[in-house]
């Protein structure tokens, strides 16, 4: 079984920043990619940011030049650094990732989420 545990979400200023941060934890055996999605209230969830086993790197237009996606792949660990944070920005913050897990399984796991206000 695998885990994921996101945290460092919270209250913020607009322009301030928060770092987001996400473990799998359990019987793992690679991870691929790992990535972090937003759902604000009556929205849809959307990608933010996302980065392969090799560190390339994608953003959501709306966060390019403030959000950057970083990982340890030694730790199993994807951090999620968001400067210049908006009201937009308000939303819960879910980490995902695509992995083979102990028994060469590949499957996708998400985690329970972080919430993530900006407001003054």
């Known amino acids: 079984q695998v885990q994921l545990v996101e945290s460092g979400g919270g209250l913020v200023q607009p322009g301030g920043s928060l770092k987001l941060s996400c473990a799998a934890s359990g019987s793992i055996f690679s991870i691929n990619a790992m990535g972090w999605y937003r759902q604000a209230p009556e929205k849809r969830r959307e990608l933010v940011a996302h980065?392969?086993?090799?560190?390339?790197?994608n953003y959501a237009e709306s966060v390019k030049g403030r959000f950057t996606i970083s990982r340890n792949n030694a730790k199993n660990l994807v951090y999620l650094q968001m400067n210049s944070l908006k009201p937009e920005d308000t939303a819960v913050y879910y980490c995902?990732?695509?992995?083979?897990?102990?028994?060469?399984?590949?499957?996708?796991?998400w985690g329970q989420g972080t919430q993530v206000t900006v407001s003054s």
């Open positions: 995902k990732t695509d992995l083979f897990d102990g028994s060469m399984r590949y499957s996708v796991y």
């Open positions: 980065i392969t086993s090799g560190g390339s790197t």
